[in-house]
């Protein structure tokens, strides 16, 4: 088999971080092209010129947002403390070069990929899990605060509509059970990795450190929560707070239980929130907005940013 030279790999990479970033702008620019008139024209009289107190809104919306990756970068911080002592920048690089890789592999696979690859060999494995363990840790919040929405959500639906729930709950289910015994049946991810290896990764975590991923991990959900009510507030989406937030919790939580690539996560998640917020009589095109400006705020514009960190990445070659 023949072996490619060094320079060959170092154009070979190249042109993939291009590939990669050619393909991640041009899928915010179809996104973006895909909104119309009417989107627009309600989007501009609801938030820009009709309320003086939109503003006040608009700019909470941007704060939270910023606040939403501060709050992830610091939880990396703390996941690889034991591993290595790493800068605020250094986890800033690390985090938006791996939310602009996630747009293109389906699981965050980019994600955990680029992460690695910032270090040594002999420490991937275990930067690997600690990034397993801060998207599992934001997980069991998500089905947390989702479940106990949920019930409550429920409890105020018809049994027609509770049954259906149910089924698609049902059938979900055990699509990612196939998922997972197809997973490990085929090997597909050949790495020396286990449950046992993770919780014991865990496990040498401090107990400070341990509570703080935790705490991160629920700011980072209020926050991204509460971003998603105010937006939907800003483009006509009649709901109070209080009868927002199960709908809101309970769509999170179902779209976390779906197999879905990132880049259809805008609508994977704005179709249930149009389907759950039905239920209190608020139109699809508030929900569908909301959806898409969470998707711009959160995603695509830490993922341009990113792109820089992953057109400047140099993976570590050194044991």
């Known amino acids: ?25 041009w899928f915010i620019f179809k996104r973006l092209s895909k909104i119309d008139f009417y989107t627009f024209e309600h989007f501009k009289n609801r938030t820009l010129f009709d309320l003086q107190e939109s503003k006040w809104f608009l700019i909470s ?14 939880k990396w911080q703390q996941l ?6 790493i800068s605020f920048k250094k986890a800033t690089r690390e985090s938006l070069a791996g939310s602009t890789l996630t747009f293109i592999t389906p699981a965050k696979i980019g994600e955990y990929g680029i992460k690695a690859g910032y270090y040594k060999k002999s420490y991937r494995s275990k930067i690997i899990i600690a990034n397993i ?12 605060f989702g479940v106990i929405a949920s019930c409550y959500f429920l409890y105020f639906l018809d049994f027609t509509e509770i049954n259906r729930i149910i ?3 049902f059938i979900t289910g055990l699509l990612l059970l196939l998922l997972l015994y197809l997973f490990r049946k085929n090997n597909i991810f050949k790495t ?4 046992a290896v993770t919780i014991n990764q865990t496990k040498k975590m401090t107990r400070s450190r341990q509570i703080n991923v935790i705490i991160l991990s629920v700011l980072r959900y209020l926050s991204f929560s509460l971003c998603f009510y105010l937006l939907l507030w800003l483009f006509g989406g009649n709901i109070s707070f209080t009868d927002a937030i199960a709908p809101i919790f ?18 994977l998640k704005g179709g249930i929130a149009i389907y759950l917020l039905s239920f209190y009589d608020v139109a699809p095109i508030p929900v569908m907005c909301t959806a898409l400006a969470m998707w711009l705020l959160n995603f ?3 993922a341009i940013i990113g792109s820089y960190f992953v057109m400047t990445f140099k993976p570590q070659t050194s044991v």
């Open 1 to 25: 088999m023949l072996a490619l030279s060094y320079k060959s790999k170092q154009y070979l990479w190249a042109l993939l971080k291009v590939a990669t970033l050619a393909f991640v702008f």
């Open 61 to 74: 919306c941007l704060v939270l947002s910023v606040l939403n990756w501060l709050l992830e970068i610091t």
């Open 80 to 85: 690889v403390k034991n591993i290595s002592q």
């Open 133 to 144: 363990i801060g998207n599992g840790v934001q997980l069991l919040v998500t089905i947390l």
């Open 167 to 169: 089924r698609v709950t």
């Open 192 to 195: 020396e990795i286990s449950l």
């Open 250 to 267: 309970a769509m999170y939580f179902f779209s976390s239980l779906l197999p879905s690539f990132f880049i259809i996560d805008v609508a």
């Open 300 to 302: 695509a514009f830490p």
